[in-house]
């Protein structure tokens, strides 16, 4: 498959133009996080040229949060895109907490007070005047949802923020953010061997007109391909500890992910590639983020969105990899994640 090398990577919109929240973006975007941390040694010099390389072929939403680093990442996606600001849909999110002399010891903090700190912070690291997309990292269950996104609210009328979102928010907690104000993506993980979101939360947020940023599209790597042993992981990769990554779990989803391989070499792509058509071909309001710190994979990742699936193709894809068929929790500890209903 050829990589293209033009701008025409294409666009797709998050948000309801009904609402107002409405938001134009690359039909992929590029996930930040791993350039400075959690998946193993990082190499600011090639990040940048990643970002670079991501806004020559088009892509123009870039993700990144406070606390990936910690609170080193929007200062490297700040400094690659210092000159480029007018090509980038910049997005950050608030709420999850890193101490910053212990960065192991975190909490959730959606109290208005935080969100108004958490904002001024970041547009400080990210040297810029407003933040394009600003997400709610997770939600704060001890904080009522009204009360944390009005305070977002107020960041929109400042002109600090031009857009809201949520991560991994619950179908219930979505509909009460959004009577507050429009939202207008979700973001949460989402491939094909995570689809918890098809049942409740993705038919909530099309009914609201509001978009879907999955990250980790590619299933923290293991999608491609090239993962077959936690050995081969970085010590410091946070994947080691992760549960569809060890033991018995891990030789299980290997033979998942063989079944893929099958089917993208009938096809004469990647794995990684066709992993990311499908995510793709879920609908126009979707925009996944992969994740990469490295020059080659952006583009292989890129040339995906030029790849189209039949309805035959997306059905023997979710046949090789049924919902769940997945062996493992998504995280070592699912507690930080909104189940309220």
């Known amino acids: 498959m050829t990589v293209n090398r033009s701008r025409a ?6 948000g309801s133009e009904a609402h107002g929240s409405d938001l134009q973006v690359s039909t992929i975007g590029l996930g930040c996080m791993g350039m400075s941390e959690f998946y193993g040694r990082a190499d600011e010099s090639e990040a940048v040229r ?3 390389r991501a806004l020559d072929l088009g892509v123009t939403l870039l993700d990144t949060a406070d606390m990936h680093g910690p609170f080193t990442n929007e200062k490297l996606v700040g400094g690659a895109i210092s000159g480029r600001r007018e090509e980038v849909v910049l997005a950050t999110k608030f709420g999850n907490v890193r101490d910053p002399e212990d960065p192991t010891h975190r909490w959730i903090d959606g109290s208005p ?3 108004k700190r958490a904002c001024d912070a970041s547009l400080q690291r990210l040297g810029v005047d407003h933040i394009d997309l600003y997400y709610q990292h997770r939600v704060d269950q001890s904080v009522p949802i009204d009360e944390t996104v009005g305070a977002m609210a107020d960041l929109v009328t400042a002109g600090k923020v031009r857009r809201l979102g ?3 928010a619950s179908a219930t907690t979505i ?3 959004n009577a507050v104000h429009p939202i207008t993506a979700l973001q949460t993980e989402y491939s094909l061997w995570t689809r918890h979101i098809e049942n409740e939360i993705l038919p909530t ?3 609201l007109g509001i978009g879907l940023v999955p990250y980790s599209p590619l299933g923290r790597g293991f999608l491609t391909g090239t993962i077959t042993s936690a050995d081969a992981l970085a010590p410091d990769d946070f994947r080691r500890q992760n549960p569809r990554f060890v033991g018995d779990a891990l ?3 290997l033979a998942l992910v063989d079944r893929v391989r099958t089917l993208a070499d009938r096809k004469g792509v990647t794995p990684g590639q066709l992993a990311l058509a499908w995510v793709l071909a879920q609908g126009e309001d979707v925009v996944p983020i992969p994740g990469t710190k490295r020059v080659s994979y952006l583009e292989e990742n890129v040339a995906a969105a030029s790849l189209a699936l039949t309805d035959t193709d997306v059905a023997e894809l979710e046949e090789a990899i049924p919902a769940d068929s997945v062996v493992g929790e998504r995280y070592p500890d699912m507690s930080s994640i909104d189940q309220r209903s």
């Open 9 to 14: 990577l294409g666009t797709r919109t998050l």
């Open 50 to 52: 990643t970002i670079h």
């Open 113 to 115: 007070e935080y969100v």
């Open 166 to 168: 949520l991560s991994e």
């Open 175 to 177: 509909r009460r953010a």
């Open 205 to 207: 947020i099309r009914d």
């Open 251 to 253: 030789a299980a989803n």
